[in-house]
């Protein structure tokens, strides 16, 4: 199959989403199928045995590709035509030079970290972090020699540095690895803070990368690597397969860093199949729909909430003002929505068990809106993150980071916002 990266686009720069149901496939490819097929096949037929030698060379990095030479079809765990065309598309949208795709979003993360860390290295990472991230940070990097450090999100610039040189490992730093809005809460990190204290660290040969997963805002509400990061990580799982059916991740950023992912993909076989990516490709094509209703609804639940006696605290990004300085700050700055995740905390018992009584209680009465962790999809879905998403993070840091009993989190979906505020209102009402 030939690949031509650069499709016409009819003399006009064309937006991500009137690209998406076509850009990097062609018809006569497949009979004239207006839609991309499901490659559902192992391995590809060579022309000819020179032809089935020149792949090899170049997918083993034997030589360069000449000029003008596509990267031929092998065998699929090192790539496939539904990949290949999914990698593209969702370059389109990061202004990313090359992705890879995973099977999931650890898949994506623990490659990301395999390949750029190694023993006596530092991580140095945000605070709280997506748990499976967290557990592979903690139990499994030690093993191999691999330290991390966190810090909070409101710590700035300087103050982490100080902490940095305080415990002498700051020149073993190799990767600085955030997720900002942070889980549950929403507070914010500054991209390009991290960017200075990874270029303060470089060396002439080793540059400390900075990681960022967007898997809360992206594709569409945050670009990481407009503001100097080197590596985007998705749970595809979320916003871009958007439907909860299926399983996957992804990792852009510079085309010498993306071939290094894609290599040590190879080998610890952990790309998408097939089907997955062709999934992804169907959910590409609503994307920006489906993103923009979902925060236009969530923008109309934050606001109903903030008024509900019932409700103490809504934690939203469209909700900070200059007053919240550095935060508001960050937003600006980072974000050109405030996005579809929010958490509040229900308001009532005094002490934590009563909280989280009130919580399970608001929880088990939704009709609507469905008890179930995860995000992004059209489904509009409630958890508790205290008991079940973060109930990994140490009790202290918990109440540090606001994840107290009485914290609700909330991913809003695409239904109708009046039918996922009745369904707010009745399961806080009395009865
Ligand atoms: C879900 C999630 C992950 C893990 O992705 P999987 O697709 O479940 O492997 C990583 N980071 C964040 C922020 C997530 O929400």
């Given at each position: 199959?030939?690949?031509?990266?650069?499709?016409?686009?009819?003399?006009?720069?064309?937006?991500?989403?009137?690209?998406?149901?076509?850009?990097?496939?062609?018809?006569?490819?497949?009979?004239?199928?207006?839609?991309?097929?499901?490659?559902?096949?192992?391995?590809?037929?060579?022309?000819?045995?020179?032809?089935?030698?020149?792949?090899?060379?170049?997918?083993?990095?034997?030589?360069?590709?000449?000029?003008?030479?596509?990267?031929?079809?092998?065998?699929?765990?090192?790539?496939?035509?539904?990949?290949?065309?999914?990698?593209?598309?969702?370059?389109?949208?990061?202004?990313?030079?090359?992705?890879?795709?995973?099977?999931?979003?650890?898949?994506?993360?623990?490659?990301?970290?395999?390949?750029?860390?190694?023993?006596?290295?530092?991580?140095?990472?945000s605070a709280?972090?997506?748990?499976?991230?967290?557990?592979?940070?903690?139990?499994?990097?030690?093993?191999?020699?691999?330290?991390?450090?966190?810090?909070q999100p409101r710590q700035?610039?300087?103050?982490?540095?100080?902490?940095?040189?305080?415990?002498?490992?700051?020149?073993?730093?190799?990767?600085?690895?955030?997720?900002?809005?942070a889980?549950?809460?929403?507070a914010l990190i500054?991209?390009?803070?991290?960017?200075?204290?990874?270029?303060?660290?470089?060396?002439?040969?080793?540059?400390?990368?900075?990681?960022?997963?967007?898997?809360?805002?992206?594709?569409?509400?945050?670009?990481?690597?407009?503001?100097?990061?080197?590596?985007?990580?998705?749970?595809?799982?979320?916003?871009?397969?958007?439907?909860?059916?299926?399983?996957?991740?992804?990792?852009?950023?510079?085309?010498?860093?993306?071939?290094?992912?894609?290599?040590?993909?190879?080998?610890?076989?952990?790309?998408?199949?097939?089907?997955?990516?062709?999934?992804?490709?169907?959910?590409?094509?609503?994307?920006?729909?489906?993103?923009?209703?979902?925060?236009?609804?969530?923008?109309?639940?934050?606001?109903?909430?903030?008024?509900?006696?019932?409700?103490?605290?809504?934690?939203?990004?469209?909700?900070?003002?200059?007053?919240?300085?550095?935060?508001?700050?960050?937003?600006?700055?980072?974000?050109?929505?405030?996005?579809?995740?929010?958490?509040?905390?229900?308001?009532?018992?005094?002490?934590?068990?009563?909280?989280?009584?009130?919580?399970?209680?608001?929880?088990?009465?939704?009709?609507?809106?469905?008890?179930?962790?995860?995000?992004?999809?059209?489904?509009?879905?409630?958890?508790?993150?205290?008991?079940?998403?973060?109930?990994?993070?140490?009790?202290?840091?918990?109440?540090?980071?606001?994840?107290?009993?009485?914290?609700?989190?909330?991913?809003?979906?695409?239904?109708?916002?009046?039918?996922?505020?009745?369904?707010?209102?009745?399961?806080?009402?009395?009865?």
């Amino acid at each position: 199959m030939p690949k031509e990266k650069h499709q016409p686009d009819h003399g006009r720069k064309l937006k991500p989403e009137s690209r998406m149901m076509s850009y990097g496939y062609h018809p006569e490819w497949s009979e004239g199928a207006i839609k991309c097929p499901v490659f559902q096949t192992s391995t590809f037929v060579f022309r000819s045995a020179e032809q089935g030698k020149a792949f090899f060379e170049v997918a083993y990095g034997l030589r360069a590709a000449r000029p003008k030479e596509k990267s031929g079809l092998i065998y699929s765990r090192i790539n496939n035509p539904d990949l290949e065309i999914l990698e593209d598309r969702l370059s389109l949208w990061e202004e990313a030079e090359d992705c890879a795709v995973f099977e999931s979003g650890m898949g994506a993360i623990t490659t990301a970290f395999l390949e750029f860390l190694k023993p006596g290295d530092l991580i140095l990472t945000s605070a709280p972090l997506y748990g499976g991230t967290d557990h592979f940070l903690h139990s499994f990097l030690p093993k191999i020699g691999i330290e991390s450090m966190e810090f909070q999100p409101r710590q700035e610039g300087a103050d982490i540095i100080k902490q940095l040189e305080a415990s002498g490992k700051q020149d073993r730093l190799a990767m600085i690895y955030i997720e900002t809005p942070a889980n549950p809460t929403n507070a914010l990190i500054d991209i390009e803070a991290c960017r200075a204290i990874a270029d303060r660290y470089s060396k002439e040969g080793k540059r400390v990368l900075v990681a960022v997963d967007n898997t809360y805002m992206g594709p569409l509400w945050q670009h990481p690597l407009k503001h100097g990061a080197d590596l985007v990580l998705y749970s595809a799982t979320k916003y871009i397969g958007g439907h909860s059916d299926v399983i996957a991740g992804a990792c852009l950023g510079s085309g010498e860093l993306i071939h290094r992912v894609k290599g040590l993909r190879t080998f610890m076989g952990n790309m998408a199949g097939p089907w997955t990516g062709w999934l992804l490709l169907r959910s590409l094509e609503t994307l920006k729909v489906r993103m923009e209703q979902q925060a236009a609804n969530a923008e109309k639940v934050a606001a109903w909430l903030t008024k509900h006696p019932k409700v103490e605290k809504v934690y939203y990004l469209g909700l900070l003002t200059p007053e919240d300085g550095q935060q508001y700050r960050i937003y600006r700055k980072q974000h050109n929505s405030p996005g579809a995740m929010m958490a509040f905390d229900i308001n009532g018992g005094a002490d934590g068990q009563d909280s989280e009584r009130l919580a399970f209680r608001f929880l088990n009465r939704l009709k609507l809106i469905k008890l179930a962790v995860s995000l992004g999809s059209t489904e509009s879905l409630a958890e508790h993150p205290a008991t079940m998403t973060h109930i990994g993070v140490g009790a202290h840091h918990r109440a540090e980071m606001n994840i107290t009993e009485k914290l609700i989190r909330l991913s809003i979906g695409v239904e109708d916002y009046g039918d996922i505020i009745w369904d707010i209102d009745q399961a806080l009402g009395e009865g």
